[in-house]
């Protein structure tokens, strides 16, 4: 196993390879431009869509801003784009930090840490975030891995429910949805799952991955124009602010102080 990590571009993974064999969607590090076009990013302090920039909390209005393209909503956080410093290194693992001060992209301050650890059979990833705002902030983590659409690339992951969503991409009502067990090339998911249960099973004709992680949400992207697709875990549902309880989706509410942790690992194996 090899990784190859970008703490100048939001504490991204360039690439993780398996011998020569790309096992998500790589590029050596040298050549990435952009936290965008990598092998797996961190998202804090919330994943997936922040509706229309805008959020309510704790009685004051608050505002974001435009950071993926013509998208009316605020996506992934800040962290992503975002440099970050190299604590420790070495041959098999490596710590990175990022220091948030409020801005027009978030207005609380926090600090982030990611500890990515390789051994020859897995690759296990940790957030650390802490509020270091003087008031209470909504907080969420997760990550957003791509992996190489191969001609018999296939899901199959134990859950129970899936958002549905507006033409924009934001989540509308929840549906019972009995799993999924696909070739990725007959899925046209774009939506965040609840109920999700034991390792997702991400499976081709090379690689033989499961993916598991203390984050209770998986977003699954399976553009079907694009050579890659997305398995991420999350800790809420897509937009939770927005929802009349957002504690109840999976929206974490940090005191002054306080801390929240997550991991997720992916285990590998060739067929």
Not at 46 to 65: A, E, I, K, P
Request: proline letters at 7%.
């Amino acid at each position: 196993m090899r990784l190859a990590l970008r703490a100048d571009l939001g504490a991204c993974i360039a690439g993780l390879w398996h011998g020569d064999l790309p096992v998500l969607r790589s590029t050596e590090a040298a050549e990435l431009t952009s936290s965008r076009l990598s092998a797996c990013y961190p998202l804090a302090p919330y994943s997936n869509r922040l509706g229309f920039r805008r959020f309510r909390w704790l009685g004051r209005d608050h505002t974001t801003q435009p950071n993926f393209d013509d998208n009316p909503h605020s996506v992934h956080g800040v962290a992503w784009q975002r440099p970050w410093q190299v604590v420790e290194q070495s041959t098999s693992r490596a710590e990175l930090a990022y220091t948030h001060s409020g801005d027009a992209h978030w207005p609380f301050d926090f600090a982030l840490r990611q500890v990515v650890e390789l051994t020859p059979e897995s690759l296990t990833l940790r957030l650390h975030i802490t509020n270091h705002a003087e008031v209470a902030q909504p907080v969420g983590l997760g990550w957003h891995p791509y992996f190489p659409k191969r001609s018999r690339s296939r899901l199959h992951i134990e859950l129970t429910d899936r958002w549905e969503s507006d033409a924009s991409g934001l989540p509308t009502r929840k549906l019972p949805q009995s799993g999924i067990d696909a070739d990725i090339a007959h899925l046209e998911f774009d939506h965040c799952f609840e109920g999700w249960r034991g390792e997702a099973k991400i499976r081709d004709e090379k690689l033989r991955l499961g993916l598991s992680s203390s984050l209770p949400y998986l977003v699954v992207f399976t553009p079907q124009t694009k050579p890659y697709y997305c398995v991420e875990p999350v800790s809420h549902v897509s937009n939770a602010i927005h929802m009349a309880d957002p504690l109840a989706h999976g929206l974490r509410k940090l005191a002054p102080g306080e801390s929240f942790e997550a991991w997720m690992t992916l285990g590998v194996a060739t067929v």
